[in-house]
């Protein structure tokens, strides 16, 4: 059983940076899609950004392009995020699925981690 646990998230003004981990227990790295999905208050969990198998190939959601990389290292994922903007303030989940195609839609990933605030003031 695959578990994802998240680490990192916290307050910050905005243009600053902040870097969300990701430890993943049960991870089998040839064979999973790796993302990261946020969700604010009152809004549905969008896709933010994934990883396929072996990492090379990402792929990030227009409003963080450029601005935030998804990136893996050993059993973690790592969310670097720059030039913060109110905007982005949500809770942040990572999540895995076996690999077909990775992508940006929440319904099509089956294991979560229990979520990091991130919380950027203007």
């Known amino acids: 059983q695959m578990q994802l646990v998240e680490s990192g998230g916290g307050s910050v003004q905005a243009g600053g940076s902040l870097r969300l981990s990701c430890a993943v227990f049960g991870y089998i790295y040839s064979t999973h899609c790796m993302g990261w999905f946020r969700q604010a208050p009152g809004k549905e969990r969008e896709g933010v950004a994934t990883i396929n198998p072996g990492g090379g190939y990402t792929n990030y959601a227009d409003s963080v392009k450029g601005r935030f990389t998804i990136y893996q290292d050993d059993a973690k994922l790592y969310l670097q995020m720059n030039s913060l903007r109110a905007e982005d303030t949500a809770m942040y989940y990572c999540?895995?699925?076996?690999?077909?195609?990775?992508?940006?839609?929440?319904?099509?990933?089956?294991?979560w981690g229990q979520g990091a605030q991130v919380t950027v003031s203007s």
């Open positions: 999540a895995a699925e076996y690999y077909t195609a990775c992508t940006l839609s929440r319904y099509a990933y089956t294991y």
